[in-house]
């Protein structure tokens, strides 16, 4: 079992930045690749950006690209991801993710275990 929490949403004017931490707790978390999703009222949960266990690589929705940075520390069992000028289209609840896989992956269906998810408002 691997614990995850995350922490550092908030209310945001639009062009801001903010910081999302994500704690694991439980097994190995230098073995698991992460990922950060997000779910907008009334829609689906969407990827935003992954990072996998083995050379630390990085993938990012479209959506986020050069605005978004995602990052871990493995001796402190956390990941980041780094928020510049946001959009009130970033708004939605962040969910981190952990996923035994060595390879990204942007599938909600790949990842076996959640966090309860950190609200993120971007007012305009």
């Known amino acids: 079992q691997v614990q995850l929490v995350e922490s550092g949403g908030g209310l945001v004017q639009a062009g801001g930045s903010l910081r999302l931490s994500c704690a694991a707790s439980?097994?190995?978390?230098?073995?698991?690749?992460m990922g950060w999703f997000r779910q907008a009222p009334g829609k689906e949960r969407e990827f935003v950006a992954a990072i996998s266990w083995i050379g630390g690589r990085t993938s990012y929705a479209d959506s986020v690209k050069g605005r978004f940075t995602m990052s871990r520390d493995n001796a402190k069992s956390t990941v980041y991801l780094q928020m510049n000028s946001l959009k009130p289209e970033d708004t939605g609840v962040y969910y981190c993710a952990a996923t035994p896989s060595p390879t990204l992956r942007n599938e909600p269906t790949r990842y076996d275990y959640w966090g309860q998810g950190t609200q993120v408002t971007v007012s305009s």
């Open positions: 439980g097994r190995t978390f230098s073995s698991y690749s």
